[in-house]
């Protein structure tokens, strides 16, 4: 597959968008669009200069705002503490106490 080729597939409530950059990237949501079309610059290894590849809207949206959540888990990853307990609320709880 060359870049910028996407396949998208829809029902009534969710689409799914595959799209080929250097791997293939996979997403779906209920919220998003796949237009406007944007513009990606891959690095092409053969040609060793940078290539215009048509880049649907959910992936532009997605790498905007996926920054912030890096940053989160990084963050709760390095001073999660460890608990064991019976309770299926109590890790919710310490997750929303360590996010603040």
């Not at 595959?18 to 293939?24: P, S, T």
């Not at 406007?36 to 905007?64: C, T």
């Amino acid at each position: 597959m060359e870049h910028g080729v996407y396949d998208v597939r829809c029902n009534k409530h969710v689409m799914a968008v595959k799209w080929h950059d250097n791997q293939c990237v996979t997403l779906a949501t209920n919220y998003s669009k796949v237009e406007p079309l944007g513009k990606a610059k891959p690095w092409n290894r053969v040609k060793k200069a940078s290539l215009d590849v048509p880049q649907p809207a959910i992936i532009a949206s997605y790498n905007e705002h996926m920054g912030g959540v890096d940053i989160l888990d990084r963050f709760l990853s390095n001073c999660r503490p460890v608990f064991r307990s019976k309770k299926w609320w109590w890790p919710l709880f310490l997750n929303s106490i360590n996010m603040i």
